[in-house]
C-alpha cells in the first residue's frame, strides 16, 4: 500500500509528468501547473539578474521523468492544518525516490485542490516557516507556491519566483546552491547550517563548506 492511499492524498492524484495530462480532466490544476512550468519555471527571465532558467535543476529532473505530481486534501487553509499533514510529503518523497540517484535529482510538486488561491498564504507561507527545518533535517528542501507569494528571487528580491496559478508544496532534494537560501540570519540559522553539512557538506565547494565551519563555530557549535 502506498502512502498516496490515505489522506491527505487524494487516491489516484499521483502521476509522474509525462503522464500528468491523462488526469487533467480530473485534476484540471495540474494542466495549469504544467502551463506554469514550461512559461515560466523553465524559461530565462531577466529579472533574474543571472542566466538561465529560473528553475534549471527541474529541466534535468523531467528529462529523466524524475518529476511527480499529487493532489493533497485539506480541510481547513490554517497553519495548523499544515502542521498536521505536510510532513507527508517528506515521507513521500522517500517512499517515491528510494535509490540514493533518484532521490537526489527527483521532483514532488504537491497541487492543493481544495485552497482558494487567493487564500493560501497562511496555510503555504506559514507551514512553510514552520515545516522547512523538519525537512531540512531529513536531506529535503520544501518549497512554497501560491498566486500572491511575494518571496523573491536570491539576486532580485523585487522579482517574485515563487508565485504559481494554484497553491503547493514542492519537495526536493537538498544540493550545494542551497546554502544561498539557508545561510541567512534568523533564528534557524545554526539548525539548518549544521543540517546542510550532514547533508550535502561531502558535495559542496570546499569554500562554502569552509564559510559554514566558521559561522558555526563563531555560534558556539
Known amino acids: 500500500m502506498s502512502l498516496t492511499d490515505n489522506f491527505p492524498f487524494l487516491p489516484g492524484s499521483l502521476t509522474d509528468i509525462a503522464n500528468a495530462y491523462k488526469l487533467f480532466e480530473r485534476f484540471p490544476q495540474y494542466q495549469s501547473v504544467l502551463g506554469w512550468v514550461g512559461d515560466f519555471v523553465l524559461t530565462p527571465d531577466s529579472r533574474l539578474r543571472r542566466p538561465g532558467a529560473v528553475c534549471p535543476r527541474l529541466a534535468v529532473a523531467i528529462d ?73 533535517r531529513r536531506g529535503l528542501m520544501l518549497g512554497e507556491f501560491h498566486q500572491s507569494s511575494s518571496v523573491g528571487s536570491v539576486h532580485n528580491p523585487a522579482f517574485p519566483v515563487m508565485q504559481s496559478p494554484v497553491p503547493m508544496f514542492a519537495v526536493r532534494a537538498l544540493s550545494a546552491h542551497d546554502i544561498l537560501f539557508l545561510d541567512r540570519p534568523g533564528e534557524q540559522r545554526e539548525e539548518l547550517l549544521g543540517y546542510y553539512l550532514e547533508h550535502v557538506g561531502d558535495r559542496a565547494p570546499a569554500p562554502v563548506i569552509g564559510r559554514v565551519q566558521r559561522t558555526l563555530a563563531a555560534m558556539g557549535r
Open 64 to 136: 529523466q521523468n524524475l518529476v511527480r505530481l499529487v493532489a493533497v486534501r485539506t480541510t481547513r487553509p490554517t497553519v495548523d492544518e499544515a502542521l498536521d499533514t505536510v510532513p507527508a510529503l517528506a515521507d513521500l518523497y522517500v517512499e517515491l525516490f528510494d535509490e540514493a540517484e533518484s532521490f537526489r535529482r527527483g521532483a514532488l510538486l504537491a497541487v492543493y485542490t481544495d485552497i482558494d488561491p487567493d487564500g493560501a498564504a497562511e496555510f503555504i507561507d506559514g507551514g512553510h516557516a514552520r515545516l522547512r527545518p523538519d525537512f531540512v
